[in-house]
């Protein structure tokens, strides 16, 4: 399954959680991170002690801080990023993204200035 390929964005508890369970079911896995010090950690460590504390993650994920890389060649797209930061992230991808890919939104909550669901946000 490793050459269907999905990214991941957003690396908070979430969607690194996601990310080790999709990598554990064998698909090929890269991990949008935005923090640098976050990314070296999950290089160096896999894991994640600032959102997912005691857990070790698949080590055949792959993590990134570029979102061309994140997205760019992927079958699916998860989106769990913050609602909060989810418009300009989303739209910093747009140039990226492949029109065929499947993109899920797994992040919660609303926009809170347009009070819009982040799915409407990505119509």
């Known amino acids: ?3 269907y390929k999905i990214g991941i964005i957003g690396a908070g508890s979430w ?3 996601l990310a ?3 990598a554990d079911k064998e698909f090929g896995v890269t991990l949008w991170v935005y923090e640098e010090e976050l990314l070296q950690e999950l290089k160096r460590m896999h894991s994640n002690t600032t959102y997912l504390p005691g857990i070790t993650l698949n080590e055949a994920l792959r993590y990134t801080r570029s979102l061309k890389e994140a997205v760019y060649d992927k079958n699916a797209i998860l989106w769990v990023t913050p609602s909060q930061v989810f418009r300009k992230i989303f739209s910093e991808a747009q140039p990226f993204l492949p029109a065929e890919a499947i993109q899920v939104c797994a992040s919660k909550w609303i926009e809170k200035e347009s009070l819009k669901r982040l799915s409407e946000i990505a119509e």
């Open 20 to 22: 080790s369970l999709l």
């Open 1 to 3: 399954m490793r050459e």
């Open 15 to 17: 969607g690194t959680t």
